[in-house]
């Protein structure tokens, strides 16, 4: 059997969740929002130090969501630099959800991150895929608000077809990840639901 096929067959029992079921999850954002301090304080439950991401970091992490349900994610988080975000396209082709984190005591870059934002909720690749967005680095005393986030990343303009959850979080600790995986986790669930239903019809 020819495995690239497989993924199409295998998302018609997603309903049934196998427990082997990985899911493909891209952490996007730009560098220096806390993407890597997210994936491994997921990883390893602890904080650890990070460098600016050159390539990528992967790691397979399995996360106890609520109702006793363990899901394995696969993470890919990806550079932010500017010069690698023409990358994020070859990430998200078969990705299952994104998620994208933000600082959120970056005003002046908070317009930047939207146009990324935007630009790749709108690309071929990524249409209708959930998207958790990350409101990272709640700790700091000058963090916007999520009201004022929302706004700024225009989220209510992504349009219909784009499922997203706006998650306060501090990375650092870990304060609102889980949390944001669960809404992840239900939101990709739907849209597989839903995406059965239109191949019905
Ligand atoms: P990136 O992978 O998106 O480029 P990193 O970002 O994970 O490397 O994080 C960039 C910096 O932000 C790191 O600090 C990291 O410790 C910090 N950071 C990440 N999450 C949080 C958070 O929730 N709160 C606060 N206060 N800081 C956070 P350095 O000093 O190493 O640059
Ligand atoms: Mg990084």
New binding site residues.
């Given amino acids: 059997m020819k495995m690239g096929n497989g993924v199409s067959a295998q998302s018609s029992v997603f309903s049934n969740l196998p427990f082997w079921k990985s899911l493909h999850i891209t952490i996007l954002?730009?560098?220096?929002?806390?993407?890597?301090?997210?994936?491994?304080r997921l990883q390893f439950n602890e904080?650890v130090?990070?460098?600016?991401?050159r390539g990528f970091n992967t790691e397979k992490v399995k996360v106890a969501l609520g109702h006793s349900r363990t899901v394995t994610f696969h993470f890919w988080?990806v550079?932010?630099?500017e010069k690698l975000r023409p990358l994020w396209r070859s990430y998200t082709r078969c990705t299952d959800g994104i998620v994208f984190?933000v600082?959120s005591?970056d005003v002046e870059r908070m317009d930047e991150a939207k146009t990324e934002l935007h630009k790749l909720a709108h690309s071929s690749e990524s249409q209708g895929v959930p998207l958790l967005i990350i409101a990272?680095?709640?700790?700091?005393r000058n963090s916007m608000t999520l009201a004022d986030i929302e706004k700024m990343l225009a989220l209510g303009e992504l349009g219909a077809s784009t499922p997203w959850h706006l998650q306060p979080?501090?990375?650092?600790?870990g304060?609102g990840l889980l949390e944001g995986l669960e809404r992840l986790y239900e939101m990709i669930l739907k849209q597989e639901k839903r995406q059965k239903q239109q191949k019905k019809k």
């Fill in positions: 954002g730009l560098d220096s929002a806390g993407k890597t301090t997210v994936l491994y904080f130090n990070t460098v600016p991401t988080d550079g932010g630099q984190v600082d005591v990272n680095k709640q700790d700091l979080s501090c990375a650092i600790i304060d």
